[in-house]
């Protein structure tokens, strides 16, 4: 029978560490100590403190600041982890010199960096260029919705959470009339279980804290002026439809070059309509740019992609005035491309058992214009007027609009093929009298340029340039949420990420 030596993990061993040994060049850890000691300018920093005379001295910062960054490196974004990591990891005890830092330090240094993040995050990006990690030559932006320290419990219009603290009372009083019941049935009164107390303890809370908010809160309006969800715990996140369900968060848009995938601009925002950022991401990335060489543009001589949840009217007659080479398309550019031609074949096939088969209604091809007359004629033979004749809408098409008297479609026979909703009393129709292509509009000139063979060149390179951008920032550092409440403190956040990401390149590519 085979013999092998024993063996116990039940014992402890002094171990000499030299910390600077720790450290080793060519890893991230060796990056970011590198960086922080000799790249960043940290007397940003002294206004803060007011202890040169009197009071106990302060952690340095560049102490703080490298084990955030390595912390987040590892996916560790909570302050009380990173505390416990100085206690117990040498690689933190290594970067921090052992000093070991309290978790209500590192929160509070985090959730304050509000006007030191963005020189810290712009210095990073210029040292990148240093490096000859930035090429110039194409930039992509794009976003990514991460989740935020809220609850989608605590969400709604000021309607829905009068609505939801009535319907909190009224769980209430169901409780309390259900206990009265039971002791007016019984010779002995007995008191309410413990379980019962805490549900109605926990109730009154829910209510008090939604009426707290109501008194001190309005809506929220939206881009269309209407009211929009608010949320009781971080008003300034929002609601958002993702791929993997709803969340509430905030979106965490990024402009990277295509040379390395750096991040050269990085905000978060409270609200999923990307293309209302578009004009502010890349003046932003122009500023931090300009600080690489102190006179450049890149808006000269560099290209923009970006894909159709930047597309805008306003948005790209911006990028003309500023005259961007960008390619942005609109959300219909792959069925006027023919290599997705045959795309649909490749679908999953419908189970048409399981399809409920929507009623037809008349298409406004289907009403013929009559040129003597000069009016539109509808499938029953009834005439329509004219109600608009200078119709415009958002994308900048124009047209007639026509519409049918209210006695002819009242008592129609084909009104049910005709007219949604019973509450519609006659039929409408837009007929536009120019296409797309041929107006002269900042849309019209985008789908003209990005459908040549240079415009569809660049636009695929984008997913190449800023998809593995996030791909590392979610999956690989597992940087997925936000811990941090309001936009402030949530883009000092989203900066840290990035600046993480842009730390591993300069690991990867520059210094290893």
């Known amino acids: 029978m085979a013999r092998y030596k024993s063996y116990s993990q039940a014992q402890s061993l002094f171990i000499p560490v030299c910390f600077d040994e720790q450290i080793i060049p060519g890893t991230f850890v060796f990056a970011i100590n590198h960086i922080v000691d000799n790249e960043l300018d940290l007397s940003i920093f002294e206004k803060k403190f007011f202890n040169e005379r009197t009071g106990a001295p302060a952690y340095n910062p560049a102490v703080l600041l490298k084990i955030i960054l390595y912390a987040y490196?590892?996916?560790?974004?909570?302050?009380?982890?990173?505390?416990?990591?100085c206690n117990t990891n040498v690689t933190f005890m290594a970067l921090s010199g052992d000093s070991r830092p309290h978790y209500t330090t590192i929160a509070k240094f985090v959730s304050s960096l509000k006007?030191?993040?963005s020189a810290l995050f712009t210095r990073v990006v210029v040292i990148c260029s240093m490096e000859g990690l930035i090429g110039e030559k194409m930039f992509a932006i794009d976003g990514c919705k991460l989740s935020?320290?809220?609850?989608?419990?605590?969400?709604?219009?000021?309607?829905?959470?009068?609505?939801?603290?009535?319907?909190?009372?009224?769980s209430i009083d169901v409780i309390l009339e259900k206990h009265q019941a039971q002791d007016k049935g019984s010779e002995e009164v007995i008191g309410m279980t413990a379980k019962e107390e805490k549900a109605v303890e926990n109730l009154q809370k829910k209510a008090e804290k939604v009426n707290a908010w109501l008194d001190e809160n309005e809506d929220r309006i939206g881009t269309r002026g209407k009211p929009i969800q608010?949320?009781?715990?971080?008003?300034e996140s929002a609601k958002m439809a993702t791929s993997h369900g709803v969340l509430q968060g905030y979106?965490?848009?990024?402009?990277?070059?295509?040379?390395?995938?750096?991040?050269?601009?990085?905000?978060?925002?409270?609200?999923?309509?990307?293309?209302?950022?578009?004009?502010?991401?890349?003046?932003?990335?122009?500023?931090?740019?300009?600080?690489?060489?102190?006179?450049?543009?890149?808006?000269?001589?560099?290209?923009?992609?970006?894909?159709?949840?930047?597309?805008?009217?306003?948005?790209?007659?911006?990028a003309e005035s500023k005259h961007l080479e960008a390619y942005i398309p609109d959300n219909q550019f792959r069925q006027r491309d023919p290599r997705f031609a045959t795309a649909d074949r490749h679908k999953k096939p419908i189970d048409k058992r399981k399809t409920v088969k929507k009623a037809k209604y008349f298409k406004a091809s289907e009403f013929v214009y009559d040129p003597e007359k000069k009016k539109l004629i509808c499938p029953a033979g009834n005439e329509l007027y004219v109600e608009n004749s200078n119709f415009k809408d958002q994308k900048g098409l124009r047209g007639i609009t026509y519409a049918a008297k209210k006695t002819d479609c009242r008592a129609c026979d084909l009104r049910s093929k005709c007219i949604r909703g019973k509450k519609v009393e006659h039929r409408h129709v837009t007929i536009f009298t120019n296409t797309m292509r041929q107006l002269d509009t900042?849309?019209?000139?985008?789908?003209?340029?990005?459908?040549?063979?240079?415009?569809?060149?660049?636009?695929?390179r984008r997913m190449g340039?800023?998809?593995?951008?996030?791909?590392?920032?979610?999956?690989?550092?597992?940087?997925?949420?936000?811990?941090?409440?309001?936009?402030?403190?949530?883009g000092i956040q989203w900066k840290l990420y990035a600046m993480v990401h842009n730390i591993g390149k300069l690991a990867h590519y520059a210094w290893n």
């Open 73 to 85: 490196s590892l996916g560790v974004i909570s302050s009380r982890k990173i505390a416990w990591c």
């Open 115 to 117: 006007e030191e993040i």
């Open 148 to 170: 935020s320290n809220a609850s989608k419990e605590w969400s709604g219009t000021r309607k829905n959470l009068k609505r939801k603290a009535a319907k909190i009372e009224k």
């Open 230 to 235: 608010s949320n009781i715990t971080d008003n």
């Open 251 to 318: 979106t965490g848009i990024a402009v990277a070059d295509d040379e390395k995938q750096v991040i050269v601009h990085a905000e978060a925002f409270g609200s999923a309509t990307e293309h209302l950022y578009l004009k502010e991401m890349l003046e932003g990335a122009r500023d931090n740019m300009r600080q690489v060489d102190g006179v450049k543009d890149i808006f000269r001589n560099s290209v923009f992609t970006g894909d159709t949840g930047f597309h805008s009217t306003e948005g790209l007659a911006w």
């Open 442 to 460: 900042p849309v019209s000139r985008m789908i003209k340029r990005f459908e040549t063979p240079k415009g569809r060149f660049w636009y695929s």
């Open 465 to 490: 340039t800023i998809e593995p951008v996030f791909g590392n920032i979610r999956s690989t550092l597992g940087l997925d949420h936000f811990t941090l409440r309001g936009k402030e403190k949530v």
